[in-house]
Structure formats: C-alpha cells, structure tokens
C-alpha cells in the first residue's frame, strides 16, 4: 500500500528568516490519523502549508498520493484531494455568506448547484451548523467560524484531511462533538493541536517538532505524570 502524504527531509525557511523546518520526514497511511504538536513557531503550520504546496521546501521532498509533487499543476491536483483547515478561519472564509463559503469548493469541483446545495445543507447537517447556513460569514463568533471552516473543507470530500488546531477556540461539548465527527471520518488525517486530551482522543500516533525535526512523541496520561512532565507533555 502506497501512502498518501510522505515528507522526506525536507528543509524550509523563511525568506530573510532562520531555517524552520531542518530535515522533517512524516509519512500518512490510508485510514490514519496523526497528531502533531510543538511549540509555538515551531513550524506546524508550516509543515501542513508545504503538503499542499502553499509553500515549497528548499530540500527535501514531498510525494502526495504516489507521486512526487513540485510544479503548481502538481499541488493544484493535490488540494481537490487533501482539504487543509487553516489555523486562522478567517484565511479559509472569503464570502458573504455561510451557504456560498461551504458551496465554493463543491462549485468549484464543477458539482451542479442544485447538488452542491445538497451537499451544503448535508455537512451543515452533520456538523450541527444547519442554523448558520444563511448567516453573514464574518459575523460569526470565533467557534462558528472554524466550525464552518471545516465544513467548506468537509464538502469538497477530500481524501486527506490536514486540520490546523481544530478545536481551538471551542467549547467543550462542540470540541467532543468534533472528535465524534472526526473518529467518524474514514479518511486519512493529520491533526496539529496544543490540546493532549484532543490529541489523544482523534490520534493514535503522535509527532512533536522540536528544532526543526519531528520526533515521535508517545503520550502519557496527564493525571499519572507530575506537574513538570505534564507540562512536558502538552
Ligand atoms: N509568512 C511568514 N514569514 C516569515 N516568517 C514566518 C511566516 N509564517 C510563519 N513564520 C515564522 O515561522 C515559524 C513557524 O511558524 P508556524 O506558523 O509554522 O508555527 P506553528 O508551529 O504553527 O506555531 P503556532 O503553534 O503558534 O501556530 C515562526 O517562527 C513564525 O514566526
Ligand atoms: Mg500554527
């Protein structure tokens, strides 16, 4: 079995700034679903901008879907099938309203509108967020807006799913609905987040980036550790 996500040795910084990322190697599997954490501009971000190609790597190289990526045609077919959820929804929402947000990238797949708006009002459905369909976007609160930045990104099916800090920002019952969402997902993902219960409940594998390079990272439970090891391990 061919994965789907592979980063080998790559090497980013940038421009006119320290290297970021010194040799970071990540492979994702089909069905898999990994967690990265790490400190603040650690790179995390970075990583998950590289798989798409919003950024390219100095050296190193990353092959998507069995094939290696370099050109923009190359990474333009690689983000109809890998759905990034940036860290900041308001990157990811760009129109009026919630109902022409989530239908963009169905329309822009080339999915007739009638059926585009049945998949809108589906994963509004499946995210509970049916109440927001015809809401002005950037009136949203924080939580709306990531919730519904998922969805833009949900709707289009992709293949793999890159999640940057995804429950950041919500309240406790939505955050364990969207674990149950995402445990529920069959595809592929890769979750970046600060929260080691979130963590711990979405992924079974789990990497964190120091220095530039990704090390395995096994978790522990918080409430066995003592204080200082908690702290280590968020
Ligand atoms: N466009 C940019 N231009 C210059 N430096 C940048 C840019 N974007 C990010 N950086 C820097 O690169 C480093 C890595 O940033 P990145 O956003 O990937 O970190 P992160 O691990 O996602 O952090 P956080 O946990 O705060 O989201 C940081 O030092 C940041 O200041
Ligand atoms: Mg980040």
């Known amino acids: 079995m061919s994965s789907l996500l592979e980063l080998q040795d790559v090497v980013f910084g940038y421009p006119s700034r320290p290297i970021v990322l010194d040799g970071v190697s990540l492979t994702l599997d089909e069905g898999e679903r990994i967690a990265l954490t790490g400190a603040n501009g650690a790179g995390k971000s970075t990583i998950l901008q590289l798989a798409v190609g919003l950024l390219r790597p100095h050296f190193g190289r990353v092959v998507a879907f069995g094939d290696e990526r370099t050109s923009e045609a190359d990474f333009q077919e690689v983000r109809r099938r890998m759905g990034l959820v940036f860290q900041d929804p308001d990157d990811q929402l760009f129109c009026p309203t919630v109902l022409e947000d989530v239908a963009f990238g169905p329309l822009n797949l080339g999915i007739p509108p009638d059926e585009a708006r049945a998949v809108v009002d589906r994963t509004l459905e499946t995210l509970a967020l049916a109440h927001l369909r015809d809401r002005v976007t950037h009136q949203l609160s924080g939580g709306e807006k990531r919730l519904v930045s998922l969805a833009t990104v949900l709707a289009m099916e992709p293949e793999v799913l890159l999640l940057d800090e995804p429950s950041n920002g919500l309240d406790e019952a939505t955050t364990l609905r969207l674990v149950e969402i995402l445990s529920g997902l069959p595809q592929a993902v890769i979750v970046v987040s600060h929260d080691a219960h979130f963590r711990?409940?979405?992924?079974?594998?789990?990497?964190?980036?120091?220095?530039?390079r990704l090390i395995d990272h096994v978790p522990r439970c918080p409430n066995a550790a003592p204080p200082e090891d908690r702290a280590a391990a968020e």
Request: net charge positive; no cysteine; proline share 0%.
């Open 200 to 212: 711990r409940r979405i992924a079974l594998r789990e990497h964190r980036l120091v220095d530039g």
